[in-house]
C-alpha cells in the first residue's frame, strides 16, 4: 500500500489537458460554417475533420470512470470516500449546479429570441445552418431536461442545447457505479466488471430492439474501460503489476485507434458502438502508459506533451462549463455574422474564430460563478492562472 500512499498526493495534469483538448474539439465540431455554398479545399478538409466529436464524449466518458475509480483504488479498503450518500452529494455539487443554471439561461434566451420575433421583425428560423441550440422547445423537453432523463429520445435529446444530452448520460452512470459496477469489481474482479458492462451497455441494443439507443448505453462499457485504467495504473496487485509493466501499452494505443477509425468508415455500415468500444480501449491503453510515465517521474513523449501544455490544461479548468454553454454561445455568433451578409469564407473563417473565443471567454466567467464554487477544496486549487503561471 506504500505506492498507492505516495501516488495520493500526484496530480496527473495530462487528464486535464486531455479533458480541455476533448472540449474543445467539441466546440469545433459543433460549429457550422458552411451556408450551402462552396468553400474553399482547406476549409472543407478542416471542417471533415471535425466530424468526430463522439470520439471526445468517449474520452469525457472513460475520465469519469477512470476519476471515480481511482478515488477507490487510493482510498485503501476499496470503498468510496464518505459512503454512497456523500458521493451522490459531491457527484450533485460537481454536476447540477452549473447544468441547471445552464438551462435557466437558455430558457431567458428563448424567451428572448421569441419575444423578438412577436413584437419585432426578428426571425429566429432565418439562420440556414443547424445550431447547437434551439428556443422552440416545449414543456415536455423542458421536464425532461430538468429530471436529466431527456437522452431516452432522440427527439427530446437533441432540444433546447443538444450537447447536453451527454450530461444525462453521465449522470446515469454516476448512479450505476456503486450500485452495479463496484459490486462485481469486488465480488468477481477487474475483467469480469468491464465485461459485463460492455454487455449489459448493448443488451437494450439488441434484446430491447434499440431501446434507449438515444443515450448511447454502451458507454457503461466504456465507463467501466475507465475504471480498468486506473486500477492496472496504480493497483499493487502483483498480477496487474506484472501487467502493467509487460505490455506496450503506447503501441497498443495507437494499434487500436487505427482499427477504431476503420471500422467507423461509414461505408462499411458497422454499428457506433463497435468503434467506440474500440476508441475506448485506445484511450485506456493511453492513460495506462502516460500514468506510468508519470509515477515513474517521466515526461511524455513528443506530441503527447500537449496534454501537459499549460494553455490545455488552463481550459482543462473549466472545460465543464464550455461544453455546457458553448451551445447557445455560437448560435448567436452565427446569428449576428449571418445579419451581417459575409461572404462564405468570411463568414467560416470569423464564425471559427469569433465562435471560439466567445464561447471560450463566456464559459470561463460561467466557470467562475456556477462551476467553482461549488467544487472540492482540491479542485479549487487548481485555478486557470496557476495552470498558466
Known amino acids: 500500500m506504500t505506492e498507492i500512499i505516495k501516488h495520493k498526493k500526484l496530480h496527473l495534469h495530462y487528464l486535464d489537458g486531455l479533458r480541455g483538448l476533448a472540449a474543445l474539439y467539441i466546440l469545433f465540431v459543433h460549429i457550422q460554417p458552411s451556408m450551402g455554398e462552396e468553400l474553399p479545399l482547406w476549409l472543407k478538409v478542416f471542417q471533415l475533420m471535425m466530424r468526430y466529436g463522439r470520439i471526445s464524449v468517449v474520452v469525457f466518458i472513460l475520465l469519469s470512470g ?6 477507490v483504488i487510493r482510498s485503501q479498503s476499496n470503498t468510496i470516500p464518505g459512503g454512497i450518500i456523500g458521493y451522490i452529494k459531491r ?4 454536476i447540477l449546479p ?21 413584437f419585432t421583425k426578428f426571425q429566429w428560423e432565418y439562420i440556414p445552418v443547424n445550431q447547437p441550440f434551439s428556443p422552440y422547445f416545449t414543456l415536455r423537453d423542458l421536464a425532461y431536461h430538468l429530471l436529466l432523463i431527456h437522452n431516452i429520445s432522440g427527439d427530446i435529446s437533441a432540444s433546447i442545447n ?3 444530452w451527454t450530461v444525462a448520460t453521465e449522470w446515469q452512470l ?12 469486488r465480488r468477481f474482479g477487474l475483467l469480469s466488471v468491464v465485461i459485463s458492462a460492455c454487455l449489459m451497455g448493448l443488451i437494450p441494443l439488441y434484446l430491447l430492439k434499440g431501446l434507449f439507443e438515444s443515450a448511447s ?24 503489476i506484472t501487467f502493467r509493466n509487460s505490455l506496450p501499452w503506447d503501441k497498443l494505443a495507437i494499434a487500436f485507434t487505427v482499427v477504431a477509425f476503420l471500422t467507423e468508415w461509414r461505408r462499411l455500415g458497422l454499428h457506433i458502438w463497435i468503434s467506440e468500444y474500440l476508441f475506448g480501449i485506445a484511450t485506456a491503453c493511453l492513460f495506462i502508459y502516460c500514468t506510468k510515465l508519470a509515477t515513474e517521474g517521466k515526461k511524455l513523449p513528443g506530441i503527447l506533451q500537449v496534454f501537459e501544455h499549460p494553455w490545455a490544461i488552463a481550459v482543462g479548468t473549466f472545460s465543464y462549463s464550455l461544453y455546457l454553454t458553448h451551445g447557445p454561445v455560437l448560435a448567436l455568433v452565427s446569428r449576428f455574422l449571418l445579419s451581417l451578409d459575409m461572404p462564405p469564407t468570411k463568414y467560416a473563417v470569423t464564425l471559427y474564430v469569433l465562435g471560439a473565443a466567445a464561447s471560450l471567454i463566456f464559459a470561463y466567467l460561467f466557470y467562475l460563478v456556477f462551476e467553482r464554487p461549488f467544487m472540492s477544496g482540491f479542485l479549487k486549487k487548481h485555478k486557470v492562472r496557476d495552470a498558466l503561471s
Not at 477512470?66 to 478515488?71: A, E, V
Request: glycine letters at 8%; proline letters at 9%; hydrophobic letters at 60%.
Open 91 to 94: 457527484r450533485g455539487r460537481r
Open 162 to 164: 443538444p450537447p447536453l
Open 66 to 71: 477512470y476519476g471515480l475509480m481511482l478515488s
Open 174 to 185: 454516476y448512479f450505476l457505479f456503486p450500485l452495479f459496477l463496484l459490486p462485481i469489481w
Open 217 to 240: 448505453p454502451w458507454f457503461l462499457g466504456v465507463f467501466a474501460m475507465g475504471m480498468a485504467a486506473a486500477e492496472i495504473g496504480f493497483s499493487q496487485k502483483p498480477k496487474l
Open 98 to 118: 452549473a447544468y441547471y443554471a445552464t438551462l435557466v439561461l437558455c430558457i431567458l434566451l428563448a424567451a428572448g429570441i421569441i419575444l423578438l420575433e412577436r
